[in-house]
Nanobody, 122 residues
C-alpha cells in the first residue's frame, strides 16, 4: 500500500491563504523529488512546483512565483505547499507526486495522490 494523500484544500476568498500537505504512506519521501500539480475543469494538468529530495532546490510555475512556497519535512514524511495571495484562477484540484527529479513530465513520477480541491471565490 504505497500512496500519497493530499489534504488542506478548501474554499478561500481571493487574497487568502491555504497550506496543502502531502503525506506519504508505505514508503519514505527521503529519496524522492516531490512535485505539485493542478488541474482545473476542462484544462490539462499543469506543474505548479517541485522540491528536490534534499529540499535544497525548488521551482515554481511563473503563475505562482512569489505567492506559493514548497517545503518538506522528511522526518514527518510530508511535503507542503503554502499558497498565499490566492486568485480565482488558482481554483483547481491539486495533486502531489513523488518522482526521480524535479521534471515537469508525467513519466518522471512514480506515485500520485488523489488530489484535493482548492476553490478561490468571493
Amino acid at each position: 500500500q504505497l500512496q500519497l494523500v493530499e489534504s488542506g484544500g478548501g474554499l478561500v476568498q481571493p487574497g487568502g491563504s491555504l497550506r496543502l500537505s502531502c503525506a506519504a504512506s508505505g514508503f519514505t519521501l527521503d529519496y524522492y523529488a516531490l512535485g505539485w500539480f493542478r488541474q482545473a475543469p476542462g484544462k490539462e494538468r499543469e506543474g505548479v512546483s517541485c522540491i528536490t529530495s534534499s529540499g535544497g532546490f525548488a521551482n515554481y510555475a511563473d503563475s505562482v512565483k512569489g505567492r506559493f512556497t514548497v517545503s518538506r519535512d522528511n522526518a514527518k514524511n510530508t511535503v507542503y505547499l503554502q499558497m498565499n495571495s490566492l486568485k480565482p484562477e488558482d481554483t483547481a484540484v491539486y495533486y502531489c507526486a513523488a518522482g526521480v527529479y524535479c521534471l515537469d513530465a508525467d513519466y518522471n513520477y512514480k506515485y500520485w495522490g488523489q488530489g484535493t480541491q482548492v476553490t478561490v471565490s468571493s
